[in-house]
């Protein structure tokens, strides 16, 4: 495999936004993320929990509730408006200022008309038309805000939760047909913070004293009590039966209740708490938001991790039974971007960082050490320095940015327009602060872009809103539009650009993969579809082939002329790769050549990368792939003798979470981006209090 050096950057300070609130799409299985930032996430729970979209924040808008629609998106907030989504362009379409702070928005189960709850007292509905949401009426008013709502699925009635009761509303109308006081605290007033609402008209709720609560909705009597938690109950949720209910919040356990037959004659069912643990020890702090999403119970909140776990009783998983199906379904997901944050440019030995609202140049540090025992620390000679901070203007975030390879362009794009920049460096590669120059004039024709990314004769490659590629040529007064390719029939989701310029590959969401010929500008065709998500692929620098890794972390290369399977690729289908690298639920994110010897590319996820060499032969399912790992020192109990060990996978598992893992051009250097979890948690505010073992 030959000796790698390794720059190791931990200074990529990303902090993901906390959690605020969930929305499930029944019908297309999506749950959409609503983050304090502002910004929304699309997943595929059947993808491996595939990030398709991202929809930037901004620092005027404030997400407290998301709703699905008929397969639209709106969100609504405590800034007063209803904001609608196109999800295709990944970029707010319309939004409608009403005067109101929205506490809390939900959909009748028709998908025609939406409920908010308000600051000032009042349940609103409004129409969902073509053209967007139309205010239809106002329910009665009462005395304090309205925290949470949730419809019974007659459609008929809704539940509110407020300071001290609980009301159930009559759709038609307009009044409250039942008033339920809950228990108020001595010292403060009790708020219901979430309610749900099965099909016989029990009312769930989880409030500020730490209760989850079961009542009668047409009586409007207390069922069952529970002090499950130690502080305020944030969110509830049940699933679609009505069996099985679930609880969290400040105290970040999640309770689980069942609802039982009592005496088995089917008339005396009662809630009662379950004896299985969901989750155990997943959360850190404030759980804000929990949704069932099929099979899955999502959970997320302060510690902006989504945390998955089974919302059966028994799951139906195939040839598991107890408690390795729950552990089929348990994982805990690190909400870093499913999407490159980190761009280099080899000449000058640059590295670009992007944040929400602000790009970082680094410098990388350099060694005169050209040898040492694996594993070793080499002593650096220059140290790595920020040379730039670039800030934007706007208050949208930026959704993806890239440097040329001399380091003398840098372009970014949020969901309003791309801005390009000229970098003079200082000539002798000192840590002077470039002199940055903003391009002034932009094509009228270019959109704002997914992604982007340039050649190496400095051209701009980009996959803009409208599903179309577009090739820019620089320079520092107007660039112009070299050529814009057919829109693809979805969004594209990864980028790819050949070394030599010559040929682009794009993949959109709905499955299809087109390579480009960029000197002929015409297409050259589409490649063989495949029943799973590309999660990355990239071009070999020597040969004309393109390698791609799916969400199953199947691995093909085709060649990008004639868009047939490589013989490496059809040795691949044959041998069929290892169990436990297909078992593996961490996402392939990023795919890079060594490009001193294209037999071996690097694939990294988050918890792991991996160099394979094409040159070796596939591990067979009998050997170990999981050898010893790349980056650690020899064990002298380890001797290599047998020829049919050396497999072509190499797996480092020392630097984790990453953000980044690659090849570089510099000869035999690899960059890695790591961002330990302790740097995170040292990040976010308090948590409650919890007495641990021991102490």
């Known amino acids: 495999m030959g000796e790698f050096r390794l720059h190791h950057v931990k200074f990529f300070e990303y902090l993901p936004s906390a959690i605020q609130c969930f929305a499930y799409d029944e019908t297309r299985k999506l749950l959409a993320v609503g983050r304090v930032d502002a910004s929304v996430e699309i997943w595929n729970p059947e993808e491996r929990w595939y990030q398709e979209r991202v929809i930037p924040g901004s620092e005027k808008r404030r997400i407290d509730a998301l709703v699905w629609a008929r397969g639209r998106l709106f969100s609504a907030g405590l800034q007063g408006d209803i ?18 702070g929205f506490w809390c928005m939900a959909c009748n189960h028709a998908e025609t008309y939406l409920a908010t709850g308000s600051e000032d007292g009042c349940v609103r509905l409004y129409e969902i038309g073509e053209e967007g949401v139309t205010f239809e009426r106002p329910l009665d008013n009462q005395e304090g805000r309205i925290v949470s709502l949730a419809w019974h699925h007659t459609d008929e009635v809704i539940v509110t939760g407020s300071v ?10 307009g009044h409250a047909i039942q008033r339920i006081s809950v228990q108020r605290s001595p010292v403060a007033p009790t708020i219901v913070w979430s309610v749900a609402v099965t099909k016989d008209m029990t009312i769930i709720s989880g409030d500020s004293s730490g209760r989850t609560q079961f009542w009668n909705g047409k009586m409007g009597t207390l069922l069952r009590s529970f002090a499950s938690h130690r502080a305020d109950v944030q969110a509830v949720c049940v ?8 609880s969290s919040g400040v105290h970040p356990l999640i309770a689980k209740f069942e609802l039982v037959d009592k005496d088995r004659s089917g008339t005396n069912k009662i809630w009662v708490p379950s004896r299985s643990k969901v989750g155990g020890n997943d959360h850190t702090h404030d759980v804000k938001a929990l949704t069932v999403a099929g099979d899955f119970l999502v959970s997320g909140g302060v510690d902006t991790n989504l945390v998955i776990n089974s919302s059966a009783l028994v799951p139906q998983t195939h040839n598991l039974k107890g408690k390795d199906a729950y552990l089929r379904y348990r994982r805990k997901i690190i909400s870093f971007p499913q999407r490159n944050l980190v761009c280099c440019a080899s000449k000058p030995n640059l590295l670009v960082l992007q944040y929400p609202t602000y790009l970082e140049v680094w410098r990388l540090g350099s060694t005169q050490a050209v040898s040492g025992n694996n594993g070793d ?28 390879r001399c380091g003398t362009w840098l372009a970014y794009s949020d969901v309003d327009k791309v801005r390009l920049y000229n970098l003079i460096l200082s000539s002798d590669n000192s840590a002077l ?60 989701n990864l980028l790819s650009v050949s070394k030599d310029g010559g040929f682009i590959a794009a993949t959109d969401l709905a499955g299809e993969t087109h390579v480009y010929n960029l000197n002929k500008r015409k297409t050259v065709g589409k490649l063989p579809g495949y029943k799973h998500r590309v999660t990355a692929m990239n071009f070999d620098p020597k040969m004309a082939s393109l390698m791609i890794a799916y969400s199953d972390r199947t691995l093909k290369e085709f060649s990008a002329s004639t868009l047939s399977y ?21 996402l392939i994110g990023q795919l890079t050549f060594n490009p001193q010897n294209s037999d071996q590319f690097l694939v990294q996820d988050q918890q792991s990368f991996t ?26 109990k380890k001797r290599k003798t047998d020829k049919e060990e050396q497999h072509s996978f190499s797996i480092c598992q020392k630097f984790k979470p990453l953000l980044f893992a690659g090849c570089l051009e510099d000869p035999g250097w690899i960059l890695i981006v790591e961002r330990p979890k302790q740097s995170i948690l040292e990040s976010l505010p308090p948590s409650l209090q919890q007495k641990k073992f021991g102490t």
């Not at 490589?566 to 961490?586: C, E, F, I, N």
């Open 377 to 404: 620390q080499l002593p650096l000679a220059e140290k790595p320095i920020k040379i730039l901070q670039l800030k934007i203007k706007g208050s949208d975030h930026i959704v993806c940015s890239a440097i040329s």
């Open 164 to 173: 001290d009761n609980i009301r159930v509303w009559n759709v038609t109308t």
């Open 83 to 100: 904001v609608e989504y196109d999800v295709k362009k990944q970029a707010p379409k319309k939004s409608t200022y009403y005067g109101n």
């Open 611 to 636: 160099i394979i060499d094409k040159a070796k032969p596939l591990p067979r399912p009998h050997q170990k792939l999981y050898k010893e790992s790349l980056g650690s020192s020899p064990s002298p």
């Open 433 to 492: 602060s470039p002199s940055v120059n903003k391009v002034p004039i932009m094509p009228t024709s270019l959109k704002p872009a997914h992604h982007m990314t340039f050649t190496s004769d400095n051209r701009l490659v980009l996959a803009s809103q409208d599903c179309s590629v577009q090739v820019l040529a620089m320079d520092s007064v107007q660039p112009t539009m070299l050529h814009s390719f057919p829109p693809q029939a979805d969004s594209i």
């Open 566 to 586: 490589t013989p490496w690729s059809r040795t691949v289908y044959k041998s069929g790769l290892h169990p436990a690298w297909l078992s593996r639920r961490d």
């Open 239 to 246: 699933t679609s039966d009505g069996m099985t209910a679930f």
